[in-house]
């Protein structure tokens, strides 16, 4: 299997339901790592996984509509505790739509997984791995 990876970040404000969240039920902030891994088992024509510059690109978009807003106001986000775990699979499930849509072009009909992992910090992440 092959494999592209490209990074970004996204800044948010939330906060969480739940005794188990502790002091982060209170609103706060979070700066996050975002690595998007996409798959394939063949390199293309021109011997690439994708293109990456478009694939930063979409990536970057994705993490653009997320940052610098307080998820807890987002209309999409309503009632939803906004985890690390849960954020991973947004985006991963945004990068799929824009694939689809044809928006990493036409080298990318070939990818067949997509892993999108969100940095805490240096000690602790949460992925989300989804087919496509």
């Known amino acids: 299997m092959f494999s592209v990876t490209v990074r970004d970040h996204i800044m948010?404000?939330?906060s969480f339901s739940g005794e188990v969240f502790g002091p982060a039920q209170k609103?706060?902030?979070a700066t996050f790592v975002v690595d998007a891994e996409f798959r394939?088992?063949?390199l293309d024509a021109d011997n690439i996984v994708v293109d990456i510059g478009l694939a930063g690109e979409q990536l970057h978009a994705v993490c653009g509509a997320l940052?610098?807003?307080?998820?807890d106001d987002?209309?999409?986000f309503?009632?939803?505790n906004t985890s690390t775990e849960y954020l991973a699979k947004v985006i991963a499930d945004r990068l799929a739509a824009a694939i689809g849509a044809g928006s990493l072009g036409a080298g990318?009909?070939?990818l067949t997984g997509l892993r999108v992992t969100l940095h805490e910090s240096h000690i602790a992440w949460a992925s989300y791995e989804r087919d496509l």
């Open 78 to 80: 309503a009632g939803v």
């Open 108 to 110: 990318a009909s070939g």
């Open 12 to 14: 948010i404000a939330h």
């Open 74 to 76: 987002e209309p999409g």
């Open 27 to 29: 609103l706060h902030g």
């Open 40 to 42: 394939r088992p063949d």
């Open 67 to 71: 940052s610098y807003r307080n998820l």
